[in-house]
Structures are given as C-alpha cells and as structure tokens.
C-alpha cells in the first residue's frame, strides 16, 4: 500500500475546519484530542498507513431529521432531531440523547467524538454515538413530553438496536423521557430489547445508573489525590450544575467527608458557606426533578445561603472543583482564579466543561485535572453493565454493582496514569493519558479491520 506523508498538526486541523464549516464546539474537541495523539502516533507507521486520524476526525454517519409535535393547545410544532454515529469499531454504538434549545449538529459531533474515547477508556465493548433535539422540554407539560419523545423515536427507531446504538439520557433526557421512548420503541417494533439504557428499575434498567456519573466522578478525583497521598476528607468543593450529575457529585463528596460549597443552574449559583449537606442535596434532587424548579429558591429554603444571578461559582475559594453543567463553562480566566484561590484538583462532571484556553492553563500549571472523557465515564459503564445484563437477562445486585463501577473508575485512572506520565516527572497529564489511552484501542481494532 502507497504510503502517505505524515501530516502536520496545523494541516490537519486546516482540514477539519474547512470540512466542519461552523461547527466550533467539533474542532475544538478533535483539536483538544489531536494535539496529544500527532506526538504518541508521530513513529508509529502503520497509524499514518491507514490515515487512523483523518478516518477518526470524520464520524462514520450523521442522521438528521425533522420532529413534528402538537402542543396542549393543538399548535403543531417542528423540531430538528439527529443521531451522531461516530464510531463502532469496539461495539455498538453507545452515547446519550439531549433535548435542549442548545443542541446543534456541531454539538452532537463533539458530544459524539468524545463519547468515542470515553467508552472506549471504561474496557467495556461500545462505541461511540450522541443525539438529541432543539426541543426545550422546559415549561412543557408531561403530556407535551410525551408526544415529543414518541415523534422523535418514530423517527429514531430504524437506526439503533441492542447491537447496533443503544442510546442513554443527557441533559433534559432523563427517566421520564427515556420511559416514553423506550415505550414507543417497543410499541413500533414489537420488541423488548435493550434498545435504551436509563431505563426504569421495573422495565430493565439497571441499579445505581442514575448515580453512576457523579459518583463515578469524585471517585476518580478521590484516585488522583490518593495517588498523592491526599483525600478529599476535610476540603471544600465547588459544583457547577444542579442535574444528574452534579447532585450526585454533591452526594458523594459529602459522604468522603468533603464540604460542598456551591450549585448552580442556567440563571446562576448558590453559594453556602456552611456547606450543602446531604439533607440539602436532597432536597435539591427533589426541587430541579420532581418540582422542576430553580436553584434560586434554594436561599429561600436555608438560610445563611447567598443567590448569584447570571454568573458562575468559580470565583468561589476551595481546594477541589467539579464542573459538572455544561460545555464550555470554565475559560481561561476562571481556570486561573481557581488556581490562584489555592484549587489543588478539577475533576469534570459535564462534557468539555473546560474550554482549550482552560485546559492549557490546567495543564501548565500541573494540577490534578481529569477530563470528562475520563472522570464521568462511570455513567457509560453502568450503561455497559445494563446492555450486559439485559442480554443475559439477569439483573445484578446493588453491592455487585457499587464494586464493578469502582474497580472501572480505577482501571481508568490507570490507564490514564499509563499513557499521562512524563520521564523523570511525578506529575500525571490526566488530558493526554485520557487521549492516547482511549485512542490506542479503537485505533488498533480500526487496524485489525483494514480500510473499512
Ligand atoms: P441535567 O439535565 O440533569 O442537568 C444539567 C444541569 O446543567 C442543570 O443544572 C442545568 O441548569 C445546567 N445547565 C444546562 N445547560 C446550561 C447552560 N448552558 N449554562 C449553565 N448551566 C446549564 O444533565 P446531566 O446532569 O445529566 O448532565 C450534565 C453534564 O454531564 C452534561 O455535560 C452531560 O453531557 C454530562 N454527562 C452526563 C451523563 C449522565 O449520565 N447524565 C454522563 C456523562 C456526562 P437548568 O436546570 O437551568 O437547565
């Protein structure tokens, strides 16, 4: 076979910009990716051969398509609904579904791509896919819901399968949701597969999922620090977010004896000094899942707590940080207040919550900080171990479960240990451990298949 000139790293992302016009949030995730992987592949022919980066930059298939609705008022509404498969080289096509007014197809592909990666990370057989909608589900009635999801899976259901892309939730997709598309699903195929994970504990779902990112999460922030001889007993934490991730992230500092200090949602952050207790963080779960209200009511609830509108809680002195909302909520500037207010460890609950600008000022400064794609790979995993037990049609226990999810937060950190470390250095690179560790496995089953 003709051997290609190695490409150069401005060439290539040249390519992926003029191949993704107006696509951001994708270049930025491929950029984040290939700025480790040019050095780990640079003597490694066979990766150059078979064109491995170019043929990662570019998803295996994008499927988009319109989603028409009525309203309570008999209004007929169209949304724009997609499926990102990105890549299926080590198992079905795995990643979650969003419904926000943010989602765009540039979203989805990062979402996509760096699902690849995490997957990939947790040992399990998956792939990597993402989907969702420009629906807000918010302000909208149960009923609303509900014939938004069956409209979207009607459309969804001819793409996915238990061994062809087993979708998840994300933001504003949570059980309420995956209930009503799990349930179109069976009624159109006439099937009870493991078509969805996030499912209801009554239908198939599987122990500890809901919990699984956020404790995922601190669990692998408690590996960093314990590799330093540190713990998060007795420190103060910063959360972003006030969902699925971030209460369970409160959750789990608070049981290893950490103090959490702040939450927020898209209008702002509480902050409360005395810390946000379980008895608190209870209460929030019930507030934003079953009220669906706003974070802001949190001061009128407990006293001593102050509300910050508009604004994001890293200006906020603490040892450790979980951003754990969004994309893109951390840039260069709150990096740097975090590091200069004595923050010794970041661990991201949400999908690229840090910008690059961000990433290189955590990566010069040599903090402890795990990316996304390594921290909150324990909601995937869990999503795994529910494909796994749907096939045998068995169901495992809390205890089996708790265990197999912290021994794969383990073998994830290691992994990133592995492939992070600098000779002569005790410092880890959590960020290039995470991409080359990731990328090595489908990149070598991607070999095995020859040019596919
Ligand atoms: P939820 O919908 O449960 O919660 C999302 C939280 O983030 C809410 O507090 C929401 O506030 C806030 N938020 C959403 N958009 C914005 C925004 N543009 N600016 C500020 N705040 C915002 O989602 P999850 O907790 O499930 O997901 C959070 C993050 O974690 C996402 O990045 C997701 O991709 C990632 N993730 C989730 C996994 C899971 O298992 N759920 C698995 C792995 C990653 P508001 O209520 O105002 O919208």
């Given at each position: 076979?003709?051997?290609?000139?190695?490409?150069?790293?401005?060439?290539?992302?040249?390519?992926?910009?003029?191949?993704?016009?107006?696509?951001?949030?994708?270049?930025?995730?491929?950029?984040?990716?290939?700025?480790?992987?040019?050095?780990?592949?640079?003597?490694?022919?066979?990766?150059?051969?078979?064109?491995?980066?170019?043929?990662?930059?570019?998803?295996?298939?994008?499927?988009?398509?319109?989603?028409?609705?009525?309203?309570?008022?008999?209004?007929?509404r169209?949304q724009?609904?997609?499926?990102?498969?990105?890549?299926?080289?080590?198992?079905?096509?795995?990643?979650?579904?969003?419904?926000?007014?943010?989602?765009?197809?540039?979203?989805?592909?990062?979402?996509?791509?760096?699902?690849?990666?995490?997957?990939?990370?947790?040992?399990?057989?998956?792939?990597?896919?993402?989907?969702?909608?420009?629906?807000?589900?918010?302000?909208?009635?149960?009923?609303?819901?509900?014939?938004?999801?069956?409209?979207?899976?009607?459309?969804?259901?001819?793409?996915?399968?238990?061994?062809?892309?087993?979708?998840?939730?994300?933001?504003?997709?949570?059980?309420?949701?995956?209930?009503?598309?799990?349930?179109?699903?069976?009624?159109?195929?006439?099937?009870?597969?493991?078509?969805?994970?996030?499912?209801?504990?009554?239908?198939?779902?599987?122990?500890?999922?809901?919990?699984?990112?956020?404790?995922?999460?601190?669990?692998?922030?408690?590996?960093?620090?314990?590799?330093?001889?540190?713990?998060?007993?007795?420190?103060?934490?910063?959360?972003?977010?006030?969902?699925?991730?971030?209460?369970?992230?409160?959750?789990k500092?608070?049981?290893?004896?950490?103090?959490?200090?702040t939450?927020?949602?898209?209008?702002?952050?509480?902050?409360?000094?005395?810390?946000?207790?379980?008895?608190?963080?209870?209460?929030?779960?019930?507030?934003?899942?079953?009220?669906?209200?706003?974070?802001?009511?949190?001061?009128?609830?407990?006293?001593?707590?102050?509300?910050?509108?508009?604004?994001?809680?890293?200006?906020?002195?603490?040892?450790?940080?979980?951003?754990?909302?969004t994309?893109?909520?951390?840039?260069?500037?709150?990096?740097?207040?975090?590091?200069?207010?004595?923050?010794?460890?970041?661990?991201?609950?949400?999908?690229?919550?840090?910008?690059l600008?961000?990433?290189?000022?955590?990566?010069?400064?040599?903090?402890?900080?795990?990316?996304?794609?390594?921290?909150?790979?324990?909601?995937?995993?869990?999503?795994?171990?529910?494909?796994?037990?749907?096939s045998?049609?068995?169901?495992?226990?809390?205890?089996?479960?708790?265990?197999?999810?912290?021994?794969i937060?383990?073998?994830?950190?290691?992994s990133?240990?592995?492939?992070?470390?600098?000779?002569?250095?005790?410092?880890?690179?959590?960020?290039?451990?995470?991409?080359?560790?990731?990328?090595?496995?489908?990149?070598?089953?991607?070999l095995?298949?020859?040019?596919?």
């Amino acid at each position: 076979m003709a051997v290609l000139d190695h490409i150069d790293f401005a060439r290539f992302i040249e390519g992926v910009k003029r191949r993704n016009p107006g696509q951001p949030e994708y270049v930025q995730a491929v950029q984040e990716v290939a700025e480790d992987i040019f050095d780990f592949i640079q003597d490694k022919e066979e990766y150059h051969e078979y064109q491995i980066l170019r043929r990662i930059a570019e998803p295996d298939r994008v499927v988009s398509f319109r989603v028409c609705w009525q309203d309570d008022k008999g209004n007929v509404r169209v949304q724009r609904g997609w499926r990102v498969q990105n890549s299926n080289a080590i198992g079905p096509y795995k990643g979650g579904i969003r419904f926000h007014p943010s989602v765009t197809e540039s979203v989805l592909k990062f979402l996509a791509f760096e699902q690849t990666f995490k997957n990939s990370l947790t040992g399990l057989p998956m792939g990597g896919g993402k989907g969702g909608a420009n629906f807000n589900p918010k302000g909208k009635s149960d009923h609303e819901v509900m014939r938004f999801c069956q409209s979207f899976m009607t459309e969804l259901y001819c793409h996915v399968g238990a061994d062809i892309d087993v979708p998840a939730g994300d933001i504003g997709v949570g059980a309420r949701e995956i209930g009503y598309m799990f349930g179109q699903y069976k009624r159109i195929t006439n099937k009870f597969t493991g078509v969805l994970t996030g499912k209801g504990l009554e239908y198939g779902g599987s122990l500890i999922r809901t919990e699984a990112t956020g404790y995922g999460a601190t669990y692998f922030l408690q590996n960093m620090l314990e590799r330093v001889g540190n713990s998060i007993d007795g420190k103060t934490c910063v959360i972003s977010g006030s969902g699925n991730v971030a209460t369970h992230a409160a959750e789990k500092i608070n049981h290893l004896g950490g103090k959490v200090l702040t939450l927020s949602d898209s209008a702002g952050f509480i902050h409360d000094p005395d810390g946000i207790d379980p008895e608190k963080v209870n209460w929030v779960k019930q507030h934003k899942t079953k009220r669906r209200g706003r974070i802001a009511d949190y001061v009128k609830q407990f006293k001593g707590a102050k509300f910050y509108e508009g604004k994001r809680p890293w200006g906020v002195k603490c040892d450790l940080a979980m951003p754990c909302a969004t994309e893109n909520e951390l840039n260069g500037e709150d990096t740097k207040t975090l590091i200069n207010n004595g923050c010794i460890a970041v661990a991201e609950g949400a999908n690229m919550p840090t910008d690059l600008e961000g990433v290189h000022v955590f990566k010069s400064a040599k903090i402890l900080f795990a990316p996304g794609k390594a921290a909150n790979g324990g909601g995937v995993a869990v999503s795994g171990l529910e494909m796994s037990q749907n096939s045998a049609r068995i169901s495992w226990n809390e205890e089996e479960l708790q265990k197999l999810l912290t021994d794969i937060m383990k073998g994830i950190h290691d992994s990133c240990v592995e492939y992070g470390g600098t000779r002569g250095s005790e410092h880890i690179d959590y960020v290039r451990g995470a991409n080359i560790a990731g990328f090595k496995k489908m990149a070598d089953a991607m070999l095995a298949y020859g040019v596919v």
